[in-house]
């Protein structure tokens, strides 16, 4: 689970890590309350779950009421690589020093806690990689041994950030370590952690990814959960109980059993295609959750084509032919569907899609003919996003998905 970056501070907070101070708004009228506050110069911020927010517009410096008001007009409702701008923070303005970099993230081919530290912030990380991949220090740690001082220093030292801020930049390190611990958090980014013209150190952004599995522990943090700034379909889908993942192509994609999902998405990419989802129906999936999967699937706009593939164990082919015959029924549904029914009932599956007679609706016998159908009736897929950021350091393709 994602927080947003005010959500990211105030966690931080509670673990003694400094912060600017500031205080979120979700109006105009809100902003401006929060601005006079807080004591100009401020700094309005969108709060949206992805990054490069600066670069995009949604972080603007206010010295006075008008030009807090304006900026807060200007951000709300702004688009950010595909997320709508609903809440923002204002936070008192910072002067800037240096902007440094720092994260804890998981090692999961270590099994360990890392932590990273450069001198290059503000900047993505992938960025500081490739400008200078020594700038950034690296440093495991053993969960059972903690975070201890030297740690803090092997980093300052090896990252090679001014010696006048080791001690509190150690400090905050180890905090983070504390919070990341504490929390059952997966990534804690601070970029740029900031050292002001008074050389005090805070944490002027904040990227916090908490274990999904783990909030039954956390219940207060488990009321976080930023439905409005979810995306849309994964939201609908983790309502409805069903294992979704949203990605940037245009074949929709149906499938039992995480594995199978998996390999069709490989075989979609084989025949050129670009799948535009990952849907796990589960095992035993009975007609409803089946029509309810395909209402999640063509709610994004960016699906042309939609790809069925069953293999029937404890899931009967003929349920999943019904549950598409009920979505049919139930949604006005304009794009070609590729299925491919095998295992259990795979006969009496295939009768009812004959019998029912779907505009649109293509069978195909095996795995690699359906994905190539389907790639062919959905068509070019469109362009990728090519200004919106990749995953960052933290980003962990192989996570679970959220429960
Ligand atoms: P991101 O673009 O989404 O990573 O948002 P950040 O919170 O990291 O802000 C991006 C950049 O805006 C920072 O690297 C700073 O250079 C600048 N910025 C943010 N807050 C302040 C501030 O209070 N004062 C000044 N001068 N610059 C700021
Ligand atoms: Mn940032």
Excluded: W
């Amino acid at each position: 689970m994602d927080l947003l970056e005010y959500q990211g501070k105030q966690l931080f907070a509670r673990h003694g890590v400094p912060i600017p101070e500031g205080r979120p708004a979700a109006t105009i009228e809100e902003a401006v309350i929060a601005a006079d506050e807080v004591g100009y110069p401020v700094v309005i911020k969108a709060q949206v779950l992805i990054g490069g927010r600066g670069k995009a517009g949604g972080i603007k410096l206010a010295n006075d009421r008008e030009e807090a008001e304006r900026h807060a007009k200007a951000i709300i409702g702004m688009d950010i690589h595909g997320f709508t701008v609903h809440q923002l923070y204002v936070e008192k303005a910072s002067d800037i020093a240096e902007e440094y970099y720092a994260a804890v993230v998981f090692d999961r081919g270590a099994k360990q806690p890392m932590v990273m530290l450069s001198r290059m912030g503000g900047m993505e990380v992938e960025e500081i990689a490739e400008k200078d991949p020594t700038a950034i220090a690296r440093l495991h740690v053993d969960p059972l041994v903690g975070f201890q001082a030297f740690h803090g220093r092997r980093l300052a030292f090896e990252s090679g950030i001014a010696e006048d801020v080791i001690r509190p930049v150690g400090t905050m390190l180890e905090r983070l370590y504390e919070a990341f611990v504490g929390e059952d958090a997966m990534l804690l980014e601070v970029n740029p952690l900031l050292v002001t013209g008074d050389r005090e150190v805070v944490a002027l952004d904040a990227k916090v990814t908490l274990d999904g599995n783990a909030l039954y522990r956390h219940p207060e943090t488990a009321e976080l959960r930023n439905t409005g700034a979810e995306d849309p379909q994964e939201r609908m889908a983790r309502e409805r109980g069903l294992t979704y993942v949203k990605l940037d192509g245009n074949v929709g994609i149906l499938g039992n059993g995480a594995g199978l999902v998996m390999s069709t998405l490989d075989v979609v990419a084989q025949a050129g295609g670009r799948p535009a989802n990952f849907l796990d129906a589960g095992g035993g999936s009975k007609a409803e959750e089946i029509s309810n999967a395909v209402e999640v699937i063509l709610a994004n706009p960016k699906v042309t084509g939609v790809l069925f593939n069953i293999f029937g164990g404890i899931t009967r082919c003929d349920e999943v032919a019904n549950g598409l015959i009920t979505a049919f029924g139930s949604l006005d549904i304009s794009v070609p569907f590729v299925v491919r029914l095998d295992g259990t009932n795979d006969e009496e599956g295939r009768r009812l899609l004959a019998d029912a007679d779907l505009p649109n609706v293509h069978v195909e016998k095996t795995m690699l003919e359906a994905a190539s159908r389907a790639v062919e009736l959905a068509g070019e897929a469109p362009p990728e996003d090519a200004d919106r950021p990749g995953p960052s350091a933290g980003a962990d393709p192989d996570a679970d998905p959220e429960q």
